[in-house]
């Protein structure tokens, strides 16, 4: 099986741009679909990005998604930040299987 | 609407046994496959179980696997984990998800249920 490696924290200013990283031990990002999760304190995740890059009815176009084969990485970019953005963001795909694999989870501070 | 409740959480002796129950509605629960993702306190979603729209396929964590025990009642409209030989590492908030449609990943998630294992 693979991991889903996640910086641990990032913090950014109101209104500028942040970006999240989520990189593939093993296997090819390409493979299979990466999705991003939003939770806040005492909520339960909720979708921002599926499938790479698609936004999800709901999510403001802030919010965007991308992968880099070169780096065998998934993004997450949320721009014009808001202190409302601040919250754990997982990046989270999926085996051959079809069971599930998260990233450790980001910690975003809008300060 | 699309609604995950679960319930059945509590505290338990290392050792003991839990069953919990995740009760769906708002969406036909007979077509869709459904998981199990816990959340330790001040960590990470780990995905636990998942189970098909039939119960033909189910999968667990190696984590858990041998003392877990994920089934549904589509008549019921309802999903279960039974939770046996409980340690102090299952201490977690038990998610139920949906996997809808997108492929390989949750699109509705339950409130959670607290299942605390401690002498």
């Known amino acids: 099986n693979f991991m889903l490696t996640q910086p641990h924290s990032v913090s950014e200013s109101p209104g500028k741009t942040v970006t999240i990283s989520c990189t593939r031990s093993s296997g090819s990002i390409a493979s299979n679909y990466v999705q991003w999760y939003q939770q806040r304190p005492g909520s339960a995740p909720t979708i921002v990005i599926y499938e790479d890059n698609q936004r999800p009815s709901g999510v403001p176009d802030r919010f965007s998604g991308s992968i880099d084969s070169s780096s065998n990485s998934a993004s997450l970019t949320i721009s014009g930040l808001k202190t409302e953005d601040e919250a754990d963001y997982y990046c989270?795909?999926?085996?051959?299987?079809?069971?599930?694999?998260f990233g450790g989870g980001t910690k975003l501070t809008v300060l | 609407e699309v609604q995950l409740v679960e319930s059945g959480g509590g505290l338990v002796k290392p050792g003991g046994s839990l069953r919990l129950s995740c009760a769906a509605s708002g969406f036909t629960f007979s077509i869709y496959s459904m998981n199990w993702v816990r959340q330790a306190p001040g960590k990470g979603l780990k995905w636990v179980s998942s189970?098909?729209?039939?119960?033909?396929?189910?999968y667990y964590a190696d984590s858990v696997k041998g003392r877990f025990t994920i089934s549904r009642d589509n008549a019921k409209n309802s999903l279960y984990l039974q939770m046996n030989s409980l340690r102090a590492e299952d201490t977690a908030v038990y998610y139920c998800a949906r996997e809808g449609a997108i492929v390989g990943a949750p699109d509705y998630w339950g409130q959670g249920t607290l299942v605390t294992v401690s002498s």
């Open positions: 189970i098909s729209s039939s119960s033909n396929y189910i």
């Open positions: 989270q795909s999926y085996d051959s299987s079809f069971m599930w694999v």
